[in-house]
């Protein structure tokens, strides 16, 4: 099962993670691969980006792989333009891959993340 995260991050608690992470890489440390991920610096900009409109879209096109744009506007009863503006997003983000045969949805399954509080 392929799977990505979504995560919600404190810009600045990313960059002295990635710090950290990069000095680590220097002293010769091996690191485990890491997996596909997408971050956010907020709820708002997640919401903003990943609406219900286009969550709903890119479960419909994981369930039905193959549907044109157009395909997918009809079954969704949703205007092209808007789909079409949907898909590009979603592809931009990696979400949504535009085949030859159609659209592809890469992921089986989507974790959207939050830390509330730092480990100690």
Do not use: C
Request: overall charge negative; aromatic content about 6%.
């Amino acid at each position: 099962m392929k799977h990505i995260e979504i995560a919600v991050l404190d810009p600045k608690n990313e960059q002295q993670a990635l710090l950290e992470w990069a000095a680590r890489v220097d002293a010769g440390e091996e690191m485990a691969e890491a997996g596909a991920r997408l971050s956010f610096s907020s709820y708002g900009q997640l919401h903003a980006v990943l609406t219900d409109k286009r969550m709903n879209l890119l479960e419909y096109v994981a369930q039905h792989e193959g549907l044109s744009i157009r395909q997918l506007a009809v079954q969704l009863n949703r205007d092209y333009r808007n789909v079409y503006d949907d898909v590009q997003m979603l592809a931009e983000l990696e979400l949504i891959e535009k085949r030859t045969d159609g659209l592809f949805a890469p992921y089986d399954d989507i974790n959207i993340h939050k830390t509330l509080r730092k480990a100690a």
